[in-house]
């Protein structure tokens, strides 16, 4: 009798480590299947971590998204026409949750708590509504903030100072 009540214990524990390990680095991908009445749909985890890049990309007041080593292979992969939309993002995903970690670089003067209030609001909406799937949470970190320079515009140079 104390072995059966164990089996439910450990098999929903060795589900929850499953799910644990699924953090998703999107090259290296663990599909998610979901089951209906009239067939499978099979989900893989790169997917997810894309469709909440592009979520974030979307929000104003986001400049890039990633980390610095990030950004800069995203750089490189931009100038061979070629983008990583989930650069920035890590999900686990459970059989019906998602939880997502986003890494932003905010633009200047943004209200930033604004911004990490909206990248969290279109993420889970873009989640919910593309894979169907529920989000339990979303972990924004705004890591820089973007101050545009005057290298950056094309104005005219300013006048010399001494002659």
Do not use: C, H, W
């Not at 009239?38 to 469709?51: E, L, M, P, S, Y």
Request: aromatic share 2%; charged share 20%.
């Amino acid at each position: 009798m104390t072995n059966a009540a164990a089996t439910p214990a450990s098999t929903s524990t060795s589900r929850s480590n499953a799910s644990a390990t699924n953090l998703v680095d999107p090259a290296v991908s663990t599909p998610t299947n979901i089951q209906t009445a009239q067939g499978k749909t099979v989900i893989n985890d790169g997917v997810v971590a894309k469709v909440a890049g592009i979520a974030a990309r979307e929000v104003p007041g986001v400049y890039a998204l990633g980390g610095g080593a990030a950004r800069a292979i995203g750089a490189i992969r931009q100038a061979m026409k070629n983008t990583d939309l989930s650069q920035g993002i890590t999900v686990e995903v459970g059989e019906t949750q998602v939880a997502v970690d986003v890494t932003i670089v905010a633009e200047y003067p943004v209200p930033l708590q604004q911004v990490a209030d909206d990248v969290r609001a279109s993420v889970i909406a873009a989640i919910e509504t593309l894979i169907g799937m529920e989000v339990t949470e979303v972990n924004v970190t705004i890591i820089d903030v973007f101050i545009p320079s005057d290298d950056d515009t094309d104005a005219e140079p300013a006048e010399a100072r001494v002659l």
